[in-house]
């Protein structure tokens, strides 16, 4: 195997994995470890990898070519894809070890883990060789010092997950995408996601709270103080705390909600009082909405906003003030492409569309599908009996609801999970 002999695992989260034709198989999630009987370190048999649709595989560590810091490169392009178990006798490197307390047993000094190193040996088996351990110092403006570390050098790396603090594996997550971050929390243990989802800063928690199934919602956010929680429901789009809060007790609803900001909770409150399975209910209520009198520039300035999913993003709502929904008058839409074919100084009230009719509120989900296929939109303006708009329904709304309600669950089944050759799992 042509590679570096000793590779530190945390600095292999992320990498994409090649075939040998450079084509992308996914990316690096964590390694593998054997336990063995014997004093020896644990040997790694292979690595975990994510792929697309929110599966996670095994790669045996005899199918790795290459490993250098820019990627992992693999010597077949069939593997078997059936999603990966741990066995009972394996540990995953990154989410059972990183941040785990210990001792340096030279002198019992307390410390973290805050990487481990696996190292080829001459006859080409990896094992976990060195640990770099950082003392806790018990201060809080001075950190302690790092050590490098011989596995048998360090008590405590195996036993408990109660003893494992946060900061490292953050630093390892950091850069994930929020689905691919709430696919890590989905395979932590209970007690060790809701310690890492709580580490989370609002924003984030928020995101990745609305890429989880309902049930790891809800066990997340109840695992939180009230506080907490209610600032998290703040960051959320009000359709998707809506949508989490009504998986909770009525009690429970309320109290977040008086917790929450008023002009947070408002929207949240009235998205909550239209029938399951009806346009209000599917709705945002934050689209992007300007008044007649907006020039196309403003209105591609606004588009541009980061922060924006593409489906909110792909047009711009008109109408009277005021511009919080219920707004004034609705008036039209004019999509982004039309936008950009329009002189910048142009008004909004010049280039409107209103050739399509609105949805209203009670409107139910076979009917939000047919229209929203009919007429090739990504959103659908939901206006009420006096004409406002108050909200809008994406093609992402739809999909939620029309998908089974354990899609995001990544215990729900398969299907086809086997590649080419169908073979088992190999060095594991």
Do not use: C
């Not at 909405?289 to 906003?305: F, H, K, N, Q, Y």
């Amino acid at each position: 195997m042509t590679t570096a002999t000793r590779v530190y695992v945390a600095r292999l989260a992320g990498l994409p994995v090649f075939d040998p034709n450079a084509d992308l198989v996914g990316r690096v999630r964590d390694a593998v470890a054997r336990l063995r009987t014997t004093n020896r370190p644990p040997q790694v048999v292979g690595l975990v990898a994510d792929i697309p649709l929110r599966r996670q595989i095994f790669v045996p560590i005899g199918r790795i070519t290459s490993i250098d810091a820019e990627a992992v490169a693999l010597n077949t392009g069939t593997l078997n894809l059936r999603r990966f178990s741990k066995r009972a006798n394996e540990l995953l490197v990154l989410q059972e070890i990183l941040d785990r307390r210990v001792s340096i047993e030279a002198d019992g000094t307390p410390g973290t883990v805050v990487d481990v190193a696996m190292e080829a040996s001459r006859t080409g088996e990896w094992s976990l060789s060195r640990v770099a351990v950082r003392e806790i110092t018990g201060r809080i403006t001075r950190r302690g010092h790092l050590h490098q570390l011989e596995w048998h050098e360090v008590t405590g790396l195996i036993g408990p997950a109660d003893v494992q603090g946060t900061a490292s594996l953050l630093a390892v997550l950091e850069n994930m995408r929020s689905a691919d971050l709430a696919n890590v929390l989905q395979d932590l243990p209970r007690a060790r996601r809701n310690e890492v989802a709580a580490a989370l800063d609002d924003e984030r928690l928020a995101d990745v709270l609305e890429e989880l199934p309902e049930r790891d919602q809800v066990e997340i956010l109840v695992a939180l103080d009230r506080e907490r929680a209610a600032d998290v429901l703040e960051e959320m789009d009000p359709d998707d705390a809506a949508d989490l809060l009504a998986e909770l007790p009525r009690t429970e609803q309320e109290v977040l909600l008086d917790l929450m900001e008023p002009d947070e909770a408002d929207p949240v409150r009235q998205l909550m009082s239209y029938t399951p399975g009806t346009a209000g209910s599917l709705m945002t209520s934050e689209p992007v909405i300007l008044p007649p009198d907006s020039t196309v520039a403003e209105a591609l300035a606004r588009v541009r906003e980061p922060q924006l999913s593409p489906a909110i993003a792909a047009q711009v709502f008109v109408a009277r003030a005021p511009m919080a929904t219920p707004t004034g008058r609705y008036l039209g839409m004019v999509h982004f492409q039309k936008l950009l074919r329009e002189p910048p100084a142009e008004l909004l009230g010049g280039v409107v569309t209103n050739d399509i009719d609105p949805l209203r509120p009670e409107a139910r989900l076979p009917e939000v599908t047919r229209r929203m296929a009919t007429y090739d939109l990504v959103a659908m303006p939901v206006v009420d009996g006096t004409g406002r708009l108050v909200g809008a329904v994406t093609v992402d709304d739809v999909l939620d609801h029309l998908l089974p309600r354990d899609w995001r669950d990544r215990d729900a089944p398969d299907g086809q999970v086997t590649a080419e050759t169908g073979e088992g799992r190999t060095g594991g």
